[in-house]
């Protein structure tokens, strides 16, 4: 297995860091997940990856922990 730093954004307009934090917390909650990724492999290279929501909808209600690859 590989280690990958996954990270999504948004432009948040905010009064602190605190606050657009918040903002971002409370619209990871509410809504879609976002399907836009920077992803970092361990070599420090960065894709940018833009999944089909269809797919990740589908993939997502799999438990993918039974799968003999993660063992």
């Known amino acids: 297995m590989h280690?990958?730093?996954v990270m999504?954004?948004?432009q948040i307009q905010a009064e602190t860091a605190e606050e657009a934090?918040?903002?971002m917390y409370q619209?990871?909650?509410r809504a879609?997940?976002?399907i836009n990724y920077a992803v970092?492999?361990?070599?420090n290279l960065t894709t940018h990856v833009e999944l089909?929501?269809?797919s990740a909808v589908?993939?997502?209600s799999t438990d993918h922990t039974a799968d003999p690859g993660n063992w």
Do not use: G
Request: hydrophobic residues 40%; glycine residues 0%.
């Open 3 to 5: 280690t990958f730093t």
């Open 8 to 10: 999504t954004s948004r």
């Open 21 to 23: 934090a918040l903002l």
């Open 27 to 29: 619209t990871l909650t």
């Open 32 to 34: 879609a997940a976002p």
């Open 40 to 43: 970092t492999d361990e070599a």
């Open 52 to 54: 089909d929501r269809d």
């Open 58 to 60: 589908n993939f997502a």
